[in-house]
C-alpha cells in the first residue's frame, strides 16, 4: 500500500516571502499522480497543483510550483511571494493511474502541513 | 456549474440514531468516494464506487455503509453512529482511470454525542 508522509505539521514565513513544504511517499508503483490540496478555514478541499509521475518536468502554477524527485520518492511545494490568502492546511497526495491502486484510483493523503502566514 | 453537493453540511446527532448524509454530482463522473477528515490524520477513505452498484471498502469502511442505485448519487449511511464517528467527510467524484482530479463536495461536519 502507499504512503504519504508530509514531516511538517506546522510552518511559519513571513509575507512575501518564500516557503516549501515537504512531502514524501512510498510506492511500487511508476505510474501514478501526485497532488497537493489546500486547505482553508472555509474547509474546502481545493486543488493546488498536480503533477503525472512520467513527466520529468516540475509543475507550475502561477506562484506554486513542486520539485518532484522521482527517484528519492519527494514532491515538495515551493510558495513564493507568500500571501496572507495562502494561510491553509496543505495536503500531499498520491494516486495510482493504474486503477489496482488503494481505493481503486482513490487519493491517499499525508497527515497536512498547517502554513502560518506572518503579516 | 459543475460541482458536487453534500447534505447536509452540519449534523449533530445521538449515538445510535442512523442517518444519511447524502452526496451528488452533475457532472456523469463514474468514480465517487466519502473521505473522513480527522486532526493530525489527514483524510482517509471510507468507500468507493466504480460505477453505478459497483462498491468497495476503502481504508477506514467500519461503521458504515454506502449505495449506489444511480450514478449521481452516493449517500454515506451510519446505522448506529457512536462519539468516535465524530468527524468531517467528504464526497468526491472523478472520471475514474479517465479522469485525473477528484472534485470535491465542500464537508459535512457531523457530531455524535
Known amino acids: 500500500a502507499q504512503t504519504v508522509t508530509q514531516s511538517q505539521p506546522e510552518m511559519s514565513v513571513q509575507e512575501a516571502e518564500t516557503v516549501t513544504l515537504s512531502c514524501t511517499y512510498d510506492?511500487?508503483?511508476?505510474?501514478?499522480?501526485l497532488f497537493w490540496y489546500k486547505q482553508p478555514p472555509s474547509r474546502q478541499m481545493i486543488l493546488v497543483i498536480r503533477q503525472e509521475a512520467y513527466k520529468q518536468q516540475n509543475a507550475t502554477e502561477n506562484r506554486f510550483s513542486v520539485n518532484f524527485q522521482k527517484a528519492a520518492k519527494s514532491f515538495s511545494l515551493k510558495i513564493s511571494d507568500s500571501q496572507l490568502g495562502d494561510a491553509a492546511m496543505y495536503f500531499c497526495a498520491y494516486r495510482s493511474a493504474t486503477g489496482t491502486g488503494g481505493g481503486a484510483d482513490g487519493l491517499t493523503f499525508g497527515k497536512g502541513t498547517h502554513l502560518i502566514i506572518q503579516p | 456549474e459543475a460541482q458536487v453537493t453534500q447534505n447536509p453540511r452540519y449534523l449533530i446527532t445521538v449515538t445510535g440514531k442512523k442517518l444519511t448524509v447524502t452526496c451528488s454530482q452533475n457532472?456523469?463522473?463514474?468514480?465517487m468516494s466519502w473521505y473522513r477528515q480527522d486532526p493530525g490524520l489527514g483524510l482517509r477513505q471510507i468507500y468507493y464506487s466504480m460505477n453505478v452498484e459497483v462498491t468497495d471498502k476503502g481504508d477506514v469502511p467500519e461503521g458504515y455503509k454506502v449505495s449506489r442505485k444511480e450514478k449521481r448519487n452516493f449517500p454515506l449511511i451510519l446505522e448506529s453512529p457512536s462519539p468516535n464517528q465524530t468527524s468531517l467527510y467528504f464526497c468526491?467524484?472523478?472520471?475514474?482511470?479517465?479522469?485525473?482530479?477528484?472534485?470535491f463536495g465542500p464537508g459535512t461536519r457531523l457530531t455524535v454525542t
Open positions: 457532472m456523469n463522473h463514474e468514480y
Open positions: 510506492t511500487s508503483e511508476s505510474d501514478y499522480y
Open positions: 468526491a467524484s472523478s472520471l475514474g482511470l479517465a479522469g485525473v482530479e477528484q472534485y
